[in-house]
């Protein structure tokens, strides 16, 4: 079943009465360079035990996607993305040749420099087409997205070979988001 933001207005009100007492938002700060721009490893995903290093970089999409005035619906599908492009890890050029960072942008197509897909706050950024590297598309660019299954909608964005990847992961995906948001302050860099 492809899951849309209404399949979502059931799951996020159960999903909150579990969440319990919120710790307080992040701070803008708290995204520094270092981390914006660090490579890391290529474990997997484990999707009841993420590491620490895929919270954060799930803590920043949907971070941005606030900063930006991007919907909760929206932040799940970068969300989704990102998990079946990287396994939410910012990874070197692993596939093409051309494609790097969170959610596997290729600079061939035209997604930015190497240094700009590698760059989590600017991939983030081009992913929900915010953006001013790159002139693809992004998420809030995709007319109707709001009413797209998670994969639809990122599919349209990713423009895949494997487009029913993205769907695979929705649940987890609503399900990190679940999790993280309520103590996610918006970022914009």
Request: aromatic share 8%; glycine share 10%.
């Amino acid at each position: 079943m492809s899951l849309t933001r209404r399949h979502l207005l059931l799951a996020g009100a159960l999903g909150s009465l579990s969440l319990g007492v919120a710790a307080p938002a992040m701070a803008d700060e708290a995204f520094s360079r270092a981390f914006l721009t660090a490579p890391e490893d290529r474990s997997g995903w484990d999707p009841g035990a993420p590491t620490d290093t895929q919270r954060e970089n799930a803590r920043l999409i949907i971070a941005v996607g606030k900063g930006y005035g991007v919907p909760a619906y929206g932040a799940m599908i970068a969300l989704s993305t990102a998990i079946v492009e990287s396994w939410l890890y910012n990874r070197d050029t692993v596939t093409d040749g051309t494609s790097g960072g969170m959610f596997q942008q290729q600079t061939s197509q035209g997604w930015g420099s190497a240094a700009q897909v590698r760059d989590k706050l600017a991939a983030t950024r081009a992913f929900y087409g915010v953006a001013d590297h790159t002139p693809n598309p992004g998420l809030l660019d995709v007319s109707g997205w709001e009413d797209l299954a998670i994969g639809d909608a990122a599919q349209r964005v990713q423009r895949s070979a494997y487009p029913e990847r993205y769907e695979d992961h929705a649940a987890e995906a609503i399900d990190l988001y679940d999790a993280l948001a309520a103590d996610v302050a918006p970022f914009t860099g």
